[in-house]
């Protein structure tokens, strides 16, 4: 591949059957992804060429790295380059296909005879599989792996990492399956690989996600698929077949792209008694927008002027757009219990404790009278976690922030006890 003006493209660094990495001799620690237009079934035992699939995979795997991305998953993805190739952190991959299953269907049914297709995972089954084309790799135990002692980049591959990278796929699976169900797709299975950045050690989602990844049944119905099974499944590759099965791929590098837009929104009211809670507001605001949550501050008190309370909560009623109203009082917190008493939609009580009347004050927020329905969270950060939990019912992006969000924190813990044990011995 010749260079670009845009990068300085050095040596192919590796070769698969669908793509090649070249290093980027102006930006060390990068490389540039380069997809193919050939396609495959049976570690290449069939391989044909397919025009434009290069682009429609590299569109894909783009799109679904940015969604994983902006969720808070930890990617070896930067940019898109190109129509064909994109710009990723160099990584030493870890030769290990991590297979996850929501409905069984395929090899799972070959290796376990008697399990009727169909059969529904809950939770996520989860498989193994070493990346050995001789002996079509073969599926391998957690045990094998850890037994393996992988050294990659400086990172010797333990329990740790292992159960970092078993977890992340159980959430990045969940997160491509939530986003899929917004198009009415069920995401039936998937396969991903990860590596370890030879820049910071840390383990990441790597490789690709492409249509070669999954299997895509709409309406959850196997007669439709538009995946690269179609391509496995064909008696005889001919120009019509081809040409069915690039429809299927651009059908879905097509609706993957939707998968990065919200089709709903919300937003977050805080109704503040004083402007000097503000430092407390300010934080509910910031928590919000690590959610990508609107948040509107608005001053006013229920005491003082009730009419002008129930005023505001009905100018964020007319609109349509589905609120959640944070009620910021402390004292006699009479703010929270007006607005729930007074509005179908969720209120939420986030009072500004002090040192001196606390303790007192918070009764008035935990302490409702019958008929009403706020609930009561002291921390501001939690607060917007809460309303961002409610808007995940129906908004596919929050819903996966909250997902990543669940997972870093894990991941966070798991690292740190790793640390702490390596100090302690």
Request: aromatic fraction near 8%; charge should be neutral.
């Amino acid at each position: 591949m010749a260079s670009t003006p845009e990068l300085k493209i050095g040596k192919k660094l590796n070769e698969g059957k669908t793509k090649q990495i070249f290093e980027l001799l102006d930006q060390p620690g990068l490389v540039l992804v380069q997809s193919k237009d050939q396609i495959t079934a049976g570690n290449a035992a069939r391989k044909d060429q397919m025009e434009g699939k290069a682009a429609i995979a590299n569109k894909t795997t783009s799109c679904v790295f940015k969604l994983l991305q902006e969720s808070g998953i930890k990617t070896a993805f930067v940019k898109q380059h190109s129509d064909t190739a994109f710009i990723a952190a160099q990584c030493e991959m870890i030769p290990i296909e991590w297979v996850c299953r929501r409905v069984a269907t395929g090899s799972f049914l070959k290796r376990n005879p008697g399990v009727k297709e169909g059969y529904r995972f809950t939770p996520l089954k989860m498989e193994m599989f070493f990346k050995d084309d001789a002996n079509n790799d073969p599926q391998w135990s957690e045990e094998q792996v850890l037994e393996t002692k992988f050294s990659l980049a400086g990172l010797t591959i333990g329990q740790c990492e292992v159960d970092i990278m078993n977890r992340s796929t159980v959430a990045i699976f969940e997160i491509l399956e939530k986003a899929w169900a917004t198009q009415n797709c069920t995401l039936v299975d998937m396969k991903i690989e990860f590596g370890v950045n030879v820049k910071t050690q840390e383990v990441v989602l790597a490789d690709v996600i492409d249509n070669d990844s999954w299997r895509l049944w709409p309406s959850g119905d196997r007669s439709q698929q538009k995946d690269k099974q179609v391509y496995r499944d064909l008696k005889e590759v001919t120009p019509e077949a081809m040409q069915m099965v690039k429809r299927n791929f651009e059908w879905v590098s097509e609706r993957v792209e939707l998968l990065l837009h919200s089709r709903a929104s919300g937003r977050v009211v805080v109704l503040m008694g004083s402007t000097s809670d503000m430092a407390h507001c300010e934080k509910i605001r910031k928590a919000c927008s690590s959610f990508g949550i609107l948040c509107v501050l608005r001053v006013t008190s229920a005491h003082k002027g009730p009419d002008e309370t129930l005023r505001i909560k009905a100018e964020y009623e007319g609109d349509g757009i589905p609120t959640v109203f944070v009620a910021v009082a402390g004292r006699s917190n009479g703010l929270g219990p007006v607005m729930s008493g007074n509005t179908a939609y969720p209120v939420i009580n986030c009072p500004p404790l002090t040192p001196d009347w606390g303790a007192q004050d918070v009764w008035s927020s935990l302490r409702m009278p019958s008929g009403l329905g706020c609930s009561t969270i002291l921390s501001p950060e939690a607060a917007a976690q809460f309303a961002a939990q409610v808007f995940g019912l129906t908004d596919h992006q929050v819903w996966c922030k909250l997902r990543a969000s669940m997972l870093n924190t894990w991941v966070s813990l798991k690292l740190a006890d790793k640390k702490l044990q390596a100090c302690s011995l």
